[in-house]
């Protein structure tokens, strides 16, 4: 069981950790070096990486990152790992706010800027962009925020169970 745990925490530390790095690396490159763009390149460049984006690999670490976190709570109960669990939890609801915020702001306005310049979608650029950009760009915040909170929790989460375990 002690495997298990420790498996699951290391589990949910990776892939919690990549998805950190993912909404930061939109924060500080992707999103300000399209800041510049024009309305044509940016909307194109964004239905070109949220067409890409959308793969096994992303949705395996996105949403395994919650998997491996809710295992790795559920194994610390009755071990005699309360402190651990609380970190665990925490990180696990920080993540959590990270899909709610995803499902809720980010991909609505993918899915709005996929149909820009499409047979029967809006064809006005600037004004699809500016639809887009400001409130995308400030929801990814809250999920750099959110999930690097959470990668915090369970990276303290793994020291304390390193401290407990025999």
């Known amino acids: 069981m002690d495997l298990l745990r420790h498996a699951s925490l290391i589990g949910a530390l990776v892939t919690v950790g990549l998805m950190a790095g993912l909404y930061f690396a939109y924060s500080c490159s992707v999103m300000p070096g399209l800041r510049h763009a024009d309305d044509r390149t940016f909307v194109t460049t964004m239905q070109t990486i949220n067409d890409a984006i959308q793969n096994g690999w992303f949705f395996l670490v996105f949403l395994g990152a919650l998997l491996f976190t809710g295992v790795s709570g559920l194994t610390q109960l009755g071990g005699g ?41 809006p064809t006005d650029l600037a004004a699809a962009r500016a639809a887009f950009e400001t409130t995308w760009v400030r929801w990814n915040l809250v999920r750099t925020a959110s999930a690097t909170a959470a990668f915090a929790c369970l990276t303290w989460a793994l020291v304390l169970h390193s401290r407990t375990r025999p």
């Open 81 to 121: 790992h309360r402190a651990t669990l609380g970190w665990i939890a925490a990180g696990f609801v920080l993540y959590g706010l990270t899909i709610v915020t995803t499902g809720a702001v980010n991909v609505p306005l993918n899915n709005d800027l996929s149909h820009v310049g499409q047979p029967g979608g």
